[in-house]
């Protein structure tokens, strides 16, 4: 009899052990992320949500003890507040976007965790897939601390009725300065002889283009020394010099580009993709056609374009960390994900083989103005040279003085040589205190 009320005993406590351990096994996981509405391009993106929301349905799907929740309806403008807030008060997500303007120093600060070990670690992952580019711009102080979850490369929009109507072919995707001089000088011209020009060649092309494509840069990102006492840097601001003087001091504005009385524009694909669909505003080209090319290379450089790209981390305070890198990889590495930017959001995807698959011509070829017949055989080509600016401590500043002195260069007389020594020593000067 005594056994038999220890068995009974032993059992229901046995029994309650493992309600408990079932219990505690099927209690919901959290998975937090960071997200924010709308577009990282400044340009309407009603549906972009629809991609997290797709991604958080299929990871929840493979991951039935797992929620996935995030804070909804917060604006890219209140986006980098909003996170520092949640650092501040150690609620940071697991996972959550970073602008590029940030990741210095989110980096800096230890709210990232490095992936280095997970990219080497894991089987699954092979970082090759990716744009060698859109993969560095993660990279900062020599780890990487975020994946590229979409990118924007800045392309030359050609006005292709405009050039056809003077007789002028369009350019090869390996044109130079010296073509594009040339056809800007032969299109800026007054047509209806009042005195005044009134056709231009190009509007927005900035020093930053030509610095770019003539293999320069600001700044050198690892010794953190200016790099303007330099020929190359020398010849790209005296090309942008003598591209504006074909103006004769006229103001080119976005609203001659809109009516078609400018043949090249450099603008970013994503601000590009918005003109079109419906919602946005009116259908700006709807009286010529357009064609797309790389930016034209200098004499010592390529035909490279400046690109800008959202990230995604993880959370150094992450208490799942191998959760979030699984879910980091949906978002940022999965193709099903990466084809449906170009459906639902105006970037591009950061995936090799994405961006030349079926679907992501159909879609682009639907942005297109009227007939026009976008051929991108470049494109993969012009995304492995897309140049990436690391935004440093301190880069908003840097950035301005040096806006500020070379575009006054620009529009004087002076040296250019002499100008920008001394430019490159107020900013070294500035560097050297961050």
Request: net charge negative; charged share 25%.
């Amino acid at each position: 009899m005594v056994r038999k009320r220890l068995k009974i005993i032993l059992t229901t406590i046995l029994v309650c052990c493992l309600a408990g351990t079932f219990y505690y096994t099927q209690k919901p996981v959290v998975l937090t992320i960071g997200v924010f509405a709308g577009s990282n391009w400044n340009v309407p993106s009603p549906e972009s949500g629809k991609i997290i929301d797709d991604v958080i349905k299929r990871f929840e799907k493979t991951h039935p003890n797992v929620q996935v929740k995030y804070v909804s309806g917060i604006l890219k403008d209140d986006y980098s507040a909003w996170i520092s807030k949640e650092a501040l008060d150690g609620k940071l997500p697991d996972v959550f976007m970073v602008l590029s303007d940030d990741l210095s120093t989110y980096a800096k600060v230890g709210m990232l965790e490095s992936l280095d070990t997970y990219m080497q670690t894991d089987p699954d992952f092979n970082q090759s897939r990716y744009f060698s580019t859109t993969l560095n711009a993660g990279n900062i102080y020599d780890q990487q601390y975020a994946l590229p979850y979409e990118s924007s490369p800045t392309l030359m929009f050609v006005n292709k009725t405009l050039l056809e109507e003077n007789g002028i072919e369009i350019p090869d995707v390996n044109w130079t300065w010296d073509d594009f001089y040339a056809i800007c000088e032969k299109l800026t011209v007054d047509t209806d002889g009042d005195g005044e020009i009134d056709r231009f060649g190009e509007y927005g092309y900035t020093w930053e283009n030509a610095l770019s494509s003539n293999g320069q840069a600001l700044f050198d990102e690892k010794s953190m020394k200016s790099t303007l006492q330099n020929e190359d840097v020398y010849s790209a601001i005296e090309f942008v010099r003598k591209l504006n003087r074909l103006n004769r001091g006229n103001n080119v504005t976005s609203e001659l580009f809109d009516k078609g009385k400018v043949a090249f524009c450099p603008m970013m694909f994503s601000e590009y993709r918005t003109y079109k669909p419906y919602p946005w505003s009116v259908k700006k080209y709807s009286n010529f056609e357009w064609e797309c090319l790389p930016m034209p290379a200098g004499p010592n450089g390529y035909n490279a374009s400046q690109m800008d790209s959202l990230l995604c981390g993880i959370s150094k305070m992450s208490s799942k960390k191998k959760m979030a890198w699984e879910f980091l990889k949906l978002l940022c590495y999965d193709e099903t994900t990466q084809e449906s930017l170009f459906k639902y959001s105006q970037g591009v995807s950061v995936l090799k083989n994405v961006s030349t698959s079926k679907n992501v011509t159909k879609y682009i070829q639907e942005d297109a103005p009227l007939d026009s017949s976008y051929n991108l055989d470049f494109f993969d080509d012009m995304m492995e040279r897309a140049i990436t600016t690391k935004k440093v401590d301190g880069y908003d500043q840097l950035y301005s003085m040096a806006d500020s002195e070379i575009r006054r260069l620009i529009d004087t007389n002076e040296d250019i040589e002499t100008s920008l020594q001394k430019l490159n020593d107020e900013l070294n000067i500035f560097l050297e205190k961050q």
